[in-house]
């Protein structure tokens, strides 16, 4: 199983839309630069036929080490979520897209 990398999809914007190298280059920063600044401000990217990230607010909370078994506190943070689109989850599982979602 391999995993997509900045540079593949570089290489993908370079071959399918026929920009230079650099250019497909910084046009994929320009866009993961875009999406950071908007989660880091709390504010959700949807990506339509693909999923929504956002970012959730998780509270204080006591847990536990599990090597001692001691409480721990841990602090209120910010978390990021990625919630797939159905035709996401169809093309994964390959199934049919439910009618009327176009999430």
């Known amino acids: 199983m391999s995993t997509v990398t900045r540079a ?10 026929g920009l230079s ?5 910084d046009l994929l920063e320009a866009v993961l630069a875009r999406m950071g600044a908007v989660l880091e401000d709390g504010e959700s990217v ?3 036929g693909f999923g929504t990230f956002s970012v959730r607010q998780k509270g ?3 847990g536990r080490n599990p090597k001692t078994g001691a409480e721990v506190p841990i602090l209120p ?3 990021l979520v990625f919630r ?3 035709v996401l989850k169809a ?3 390959h199934t049919a897209v439910p009618l009327g979602d176009d999430e």
């Open 91 to 93: 093309h994964v599982n």
């Open 77 to 79: 943070r910010r978390v």
């Open 46 to 48: 949807k990506i339509s």
């Open 8 to 17: 593949h999809l570089t290489e993908t914007i370079y071959t399918q839309v």
């Open 84 to 86: 797939p689109s159905q």
């Open 60 to 62: 204080r909370r006591i």
């Open 21 to 25: 190298r650099n250019e497909s280059a």
